[in-house]
């Protein structure tokens, strides 16, 4: 999708990979372990050659997980790993607009307090599976009264954050229309940016890094 003038450049091609890299891992790990975990989602396997061809790539697509995800952390964690008070407060009572009639949402910076729960439900519970995992795949190396706990905190871990994934897909898509674009072109409207992140566009006139789209090629204006 080609941006159009007047857009603004709000994600780096660097971010889009990794966050891509680290979504659709998480998803074909998703699809793998639940074939895995329910006898009757077994079938999920046949593409792969059944049960030990789900079990191998579920297992070495967790290391691009793995990866993806300190690649993450390391890249979000001091914009969305950290909150901000009292501003990140007052947006948590008025849960963003999104539940009742707010007439004004407290402003947020690059990104909203419900983003950074989610970075932080991601990050901590997918260290919690990356880790839990790798015992399970490698069980000797611990005793097995410790090994058998990996099993339930896997699954805690996979419960948290296929809940928040799907929170986070619909307020990326249908819920908050236009913001899809910024995880795949990088550009967003300036309407879209001044509604959904008002501090954040403050900030970028005023230190004048507002990437703006001129046409064919885009410059940086205040």
Not at 85 to 112: I, M, Q, R, S
Request: hydrophobic share 50%.
């Amino acid at each position: 999708m080609k941006p159009t003038k007047g857009m603004i450049k709000v994600t780096t091609g660097y971010e889009r990979f990794v966050h891509w890299m680290l979504a659709v891992s998480c998803l074909l790990l998703c699809y793998t372990g639940l074939g895995m975990m329910f006898q009757s989602l077994n079938f999920l396997g046949v593409i792969m050659g059944g049960l030990k061809g789900m079990k191998i790539v579920h297992n070495y697509t967790a290391i691009v997980f793995a990866v993806s995800l300190v690649l993450a952390i390391k890249m979000w964690w001091k914009e969305a790993g950290v909150f901000v008070l009292p501003e990140d407060l007052d947006w948590f009572k008025a849960a963003g607009g999104y539940l009742w009639h707010v007439d004004k949402v407290p402003e947020t910076g690059k990104y909203n307090p419900g983003q950074k729960m989610f970075f932080l439900a991601v990050a901590i519970f997918g260290v919690i599976m990356a880790l839990t995992g790798l015992i399970m795949w490698f069980p000797t190396i611990l005793p097995a009264v410790i090994v058998r706990w990996m099993y339930p905190l896997h699954a805690l871990g996979f419960v948290v954050i296929f809940a928040f994934f799907f929170v986070h897909l619909y307020l990326g898509t249908i819920g908050n229309p236009g913001t899809v674009q910024a995880m795949i072109n990088g550009w967003v409207t300036r309407a879209w940016l001044k509604k959904q992140h008002p501090k954040w566009l403050k900030e970028m006139e005023h230190e004048g890094t507002l990437d703006v789209y001129q046409g064919d090629d885009s410059t940086k204006t205040a």
